[in-house]
Nanobody, 125 residues
Framework: QVQLVESGGGLVQAGGSLRLSCAAS????????MGWFRQAPGKEREFVAA????????SYSDSVKERFTISRDNAKYTVYLQMNSLKAEDTAVYSC??????????????????WGQGTQVTVSS
């Protein structure tokens, strides 16, 4: 089992940047693929980005492609989400998730077994 804790959220002006971190417990972090999802008030959970266990593969939603970058440092048991050119519509609670299929970069939430509590990102226009 892995426990996930997100950090790095906050309030930023439109056009600004934030970097989210997701720290994982346990030495098995490098065997999990990881994903970031977000949920805005009144909306369903939305896929943002995912990365395979070895960082060989990544995937992004069309809404964040070329603005957001997912990366990971297996030595630090951490996955990151660099968010640039933020827009008001990026406002949401961002959560990271772990998938036991290390080769996957799936966008489907039910494929992830472990979830963090989330961190709030608010973009003011």
């Amino acid at each position: 089992q892995v426990q996930l804790v997100e950090s790095g959220g906050g309030l930023v002006q439109a056009g600004g940047s934030l970097r989210l971190s997701c720290a994982a417990s346990g030495r098995t972090f490098s065997s999990y693929s990881m994903g970031w999802f977000r949920q805005a008030p009144g909306k369903e959970r939305e896929f943002v980005a995912a990365i395979t266990s070895s960082s060989s593969g990544t995937s992004y939603s069309d809404s964040v492609k070329e603005r957001f970058t997912i990366s990971r440092d297996n030595a630090k048991y951490t996955v990151y989400l660099q968010m640039n050119s933020l827009k008001a519509e990026d406002t949401a609670v961002y959560s990271c998730a772990a998938n036991q299929n290390r080769y996957s970069s799936t966008s489907i939430p039910t494929n992830y077994q472990y979830w963090g509590q989330g961190t709030q990102v608010t973009v003011s226009s």
